[in-house]
């Protein structure tokens, strides 16, 4: 990628005269930083790998819940979900329960600066209505994103203006979200396989420590794999999408996932499992490049998944409000971080409050119900999660090491 210079963020003016970028979200679900360009050894994510040569790699982006929902809600904000009332996991469906006075969905801060607004789940040229459902069923995964919104709110009103890609064109500058399931437990997951030229081999694997070494769980765990590769193949068909239409130069893309992996220890578990994601973002060639924005550059600072947020506003040229918890992490008004926060509350009817933050180094985890053991029953996981009545089974039969039983353990610090 070419930049046609350097200027901060915060010195562009908000004007319409100004050639403002559009701004694309590729958001996956459910997956942590498990790909080639993040150095993983048994997966191949050529698409990823060349949006990280041309665009900058950040290696310690966290979420600030390892569930969707929570994640979701603070995302769209740029606030804490604890902030905003949002932590538990697919709250406030039924009541009507809305945001607390001054904050408001990004799609609102970037519509009053003359943005389009979409949450793609048309990615074809059709003039047919269809859902993503639909289309999964008729074998077109390509042309499809889930245009999942799942927030722990009500919004009044339409939060974006359309769910077709073949509108953004002709409305730009625009900001537009497609949202991929592959890495989530579903369908998309369970043939994965088959939508890849080398899935994973179970047998051959490298699995983390804490898992057992068992076919079940090697199963489990290359199919996991093999679902970032599947995501792959779609992140590659929208980067197709915006070069034939002649948006790539003008589109700053952001690749980032709603939490970590979704497999034993990961979603909806604090620890770095749950809550570390990858974050791509590549600039495109004809706006000028924000200070120090260097493609192929990778970054360790931390960043919140709420600082994307903030970030996408200032790429605007929209002043993020002084309430937005979020920080600009790109331009010579970027706000490093010491810390990233993130908490875990009710997740389904499993009911829990944990706070942690992280350094660059180190993560603190406070569990205000120490008496619950880690691995809680939880209908959605014992039926999602083979590792988990495997774990059951074998720490029963006393086959489990030490680090795989603490997972059992009745109580937790």
């Given at each position: 990628?070419?930049?046609?210079?350097?200027?901060?963020?915060?010195?562009?003016?908000?004007?319409?005269?100004?050639?403002?970028?559009?701004?694309?979200?590729?958001?996956?679900?459910?997956?942590?930083?498990?790909?080639?360009?993040?150095?993983?050894?048994?997966?191949?994510?050529?698409?990823?790998?060349?949006?990280?040569?041309?665009?900058?790699?950040?290696?310690?982006?966290?979420?600030?819940?390892?569930?969707?929902?929570?994640?979701?809600?603070?995302?769209?904000?740029?606030?804490?979900?604890?902030?905003?009332?949002?932590?538990?996991?697919?709250?406030?469906?039924?009541?009507?329960?809305?945001?607390?006075?001054?904050?408001?969905?990004?799609?609102?801060?970037?519509?009053?600066?003359?943005?389009?607004?979409?949450?793609?789940?048309?990615?074809?040229?059709?003039?047919?209505?269809?859902?993503?459902?639909?289309?999964?069923?008729?074998?077109?995964?390509?042309?499809?994103?889930?245009?999942?919104?799942?927030?722990?709110?009500?919004?009044?009103?339409?939060?974006?203006?359309?769910?077709?890609?073949?509108?953004?064109?002709?409305?730009?500058?625009?900001?537009?979200?497609?949202?991929?399931?592959?890495?989530?437990?579903?369908?998309?997951?369970?043939?994965?396989?088959?939508?890849?030229?080398?899935?994973?081999?179970?047998?051959?694997?490298?699995?983390?420590?804490?898992?057992?070494?068992?076919?079940?769980?090697?199963?489990?765990?290359?199919?996991?794999?093999?679902?970032?590769?599947?995501?792959?193949?779609?992140?590659?068909?929208?980067?197709?999408?915006?070069?034939?239409?002649?948006?790539?130069?003008?589109?700053?893309?952001?690749?980032?996932?709603?939490?970590?992996?979704?497999?034993?220890?990961?979603?909806?578990?604090?620890?770095?499992?749950?809550?570390?994601?990858?974050?791509?973002?590549?600039?495109?060639?004809?706006?000028?490049?924000?200070?120090?924005?260097?493609?192929?550059?990778?970054?360790?600072?931390?960043?919140?998944?709420?600082?994307?947020?903030?970030?996408?506003?200032?790429?605007?040229?929209?002043?993020?409000?002084?309430?937005?918890?979020?920080?600009?992490?790109?331009?010579?008004?970027?706000?490093?971080?010491?810390?990233?926060?993130?908490?875990?509350d009710r997740g389904d009817e499993t009911i829990d409050r944990i706070r942690t933050v992280r350094d660059?180094?180190?993560?603190?985890?406070?569990?205000?119900?120490?008496?619950?053991?880690?691995?809680?029953?939880?209908?959605?996981?014992?039926?999602?999660?083979?590792?988990?009545?495997?774990?059951?089974?074998?720490?029963?039969?006393?086959?489990?090491?030490?680090?795989?039983?603490?997972?059992?353990?009745?109580?937790?610090?």
């Amino acid at each position: 990628m070419s930049c046609a210079g350097e200027v901060s963020i915060d010195d562009r003016a908000p004007s319409k005269d100004l050639d403002k970028p559009n701004i694309l979200w590729i958001i996956a679900e459910d997956l942590g930083p498990e790909l080639s360009a993040y150095g993983h050894p048994e997966v191949q994510t050529p698409n990823l790998d060349q949006l990280a040569l041309n665009g900058v790699r950040y290696t310690h982006a966290f979420t600030t819940s390892p569930v969707c929902s929570s994640s979701r809600s603070a995302f769209m904000t740029g606030m804490y979900q604890t902030t905003i009332g949002a932590h538990n996991h697919r709250s406030h469906r039924e009541d009507n329960y809305p945001l607390p006075d001054g904050v408001r969905l990004i799609t609102d801060w970037l519509r009053d600066a003359d943005y389009f607004t979409g949450n793609i789940v048309d990615l074809t040229d059709s003039d047919e209505e269809f859902h993503y459902r639909e289309v999964m069923e008729g074998g077109f995964a390509d042309f499809a994103g889930t245009g999942k919104t799942d927030w722990n709110f009500h919004y009044e009103g339409e939060p974006f203006d359309t769910d077709r890609w073949s509108d953004l064109a002709r409305n730009e500058p625009f900001y537009a979200q497609v949202n991929f399931p592959e890495t989530h437990r579903g369908p998309e997951w369970e043939n994965a396989h088959k939508q890849i030229m080398r899935p994973a081999n179970p047998s051959a694997v490298s699995m983390p420590p804490y898992y057992p070494d068992h076919p079940e769980a090697r199963a489990d765990w290359a199919q996991y794999l093999n679902s970032i590769m599947s995501l792959d193949r779609k992140v590659g068909f929208v980067l197709n999408r915006l070069e034939e239409d002649g948006l790539a130069d003008r589109t700053v893309v952001i690749f980032m996932s709603d939490h970590g992996r979704a497999m034993v220890r990961g979603k909806q578990w604090p620890y770095d499992s749950g809550l570390h994601v990858p974050l791509i973002v590549r600039w495109p060639s004809e706006i000028p490049a924000p200070k120090g924005f260097t493609a192929g550059a990778i970054e360790d600072r931390l960043i919140a998944s709420i600082d994307v947020s903030a970030t996408t506003l200032a790429i605007a040229g929209v002043v993020p409000p002084a309430k937005m918890q979020g920080q600009v992490f790109l331009g010579e008004g970027a706000s490093p971080r010491a810390y990233v926060f993130s908490g875990r509350d009710r997740g389904d009817e499993t009911i829990d409050r944990i706070r942690t933050v992280r350094d660059d180094q180190y993560r603190y985890i406070r569990n205000y119900y120490p008496e619950q053991g880690l691995l809680q029953l939880n209908r959605y996981k014992e039926f999602s999660y083979p590792m988990i009545p495997l774990m059951r089974e074998l720490h029963e039969a006393g086959q489990l090491t030490s680090v795989q039983a603490a997972l059992l353990a009745p109580s937790r610090p």
